[in-house]
């Protein structure tokens, strides 16, 4: 009979135990979609069946630029990472949780001040931003229809900005990562 009760409370303890280990770090994921202090590196290709016959190109080949001289790298810290980036277009701010485009050129901008218009169906602008470690990015949200989140990689993330965004001075929007 002791034995018994000695094995009894023994596997009462064994399961209580164990019930507090599992719940210990399972149900508390606390690791943010990015992490501060990497570096990532952005580009930006261009698709549309008038401008570019629909075919995705790099934007310094539609400013006749070298290939990657528009390109930009920065650490994820607590400032805007690309500011005025792609000769004065966006502010883009990256943090542990988002992304976060402000379109900072002004109407009658000398590059883009033409351009400003709603975009059409079968244009596509996307922003390549590949980190130089792996991140834990898993899906998103975002407060604007005509913006979405490819994730090619775990460390390659591509903002496309389509059909009906408003692309006009002052336009911005924040992509939600979970």
Excluded: H, W
Excluded at 73 to 93: R, W
């Amino acid at each position: 009979m002791k034995t018994l009760k000695s094995i009894s409370c023994y596997l009462i303890l064994s399961l209580a135990l164990s019930l507090f280990t599992s719940c210990d770090s399972d149900d508390d994921n606390t690791t943010p979609p990015i992490t501060s202090g990497v570096s990532v590196t952005v580009a930006n290709t261009f698709q549309s069946t008038t401008i570019t016959s629909g075919v995705e190109t790099a934007i310094e080949d539609l400013f006749m630029q070298p290939a990657g001289s528009l390109e930009a790298t920065a650490t994820i810290e607590n400032a805007v990472e690309f500011p005025a980036y792609l000769l004065g277009l966006y502010d883009i701010d990256i943090d542990q949780n988002t992304i976060s485009f402000e379109l900072v050129a002004q109407a009658g901008d000398a590059t883009y001040g033409d351009l400003f218009r709603t975009l059409e169906t079968g244009t596509t602008d996307r922003y390549y931003f590949t980190f130089d470690e792996p991140q834990n990015v898993s899906g998103f949200s975002t407060d604007n229809d005509s913006v979405g989140l490819r994730i090619d990689a775990n460390n390659v993330l591509v903002v496309e900005i389509g059909e009906g965004f408003e692309f006009q001075p002052g336009a911005s929007f924040t992509i939600t990562l979970n």
